[in-house]
Nanobody
Framework: QVQLVESGGGLVQAGGSLRLSCAASGIIFSINTMGWYRQAPGKQRELVATVTSDGNKNYADSVKGRFTISRDNAKKSVDLQMNSLKPEDTAVYYC???????WGQGTQVTVSS
């Protein structure tokens, strides 16, 4: 059926940048909200950023001013541009959609100090 495919994770030094991408594969007609969550070692999964089909965006306070979320409705994809990365951004980042509710497998982002 439909699945979310993520890419763009990696290892960067503090202050660097990464761009995460997520695309829905398979047959899907529409997606209401697309976004990114992350889970750091020993912590609960938290919302990073979301964007609706109408273009409304929401960010966690910890990433405001540094991360930018965007989506392409035709491609059924969502990107997360991450700038000025900090060691505390280290986590597994998961693509997420609602509705329908889908989760990606996760991509590792590691920021070294």
């Amino acid at each position: 059926q439909v699945q979310l495919v993520e890419s763009g994770g990696g290892l960067v030094q503090a202050g660097g940048s990464l761009r995460l991408s997520c695309a829905a594969s398979g047959i899907i007609f529409s997606i209401n909200t697309m976004g990114w969550y992350r889970q750091a070692p020993g912590k609960q999964r938290e919302l990073v950023a979301t964007v609706t089909s109408d273009g409304n965006k929401n960010y966690a306070d910890s990433v405001k001013g540094r991360f930018t979320i965007s989506r392409d409705n035709a491609k059924k994809s969502v990107d997360l541009q991450m700038n000025s990365l900090k060691p505390e951004d280290t986590a597994v980042y998961y693509c997420h959609t609602e509705y329908p509710r889908l989760w990606g497998q996760g991509t590792q982002v590691t920021v070294s100090s």
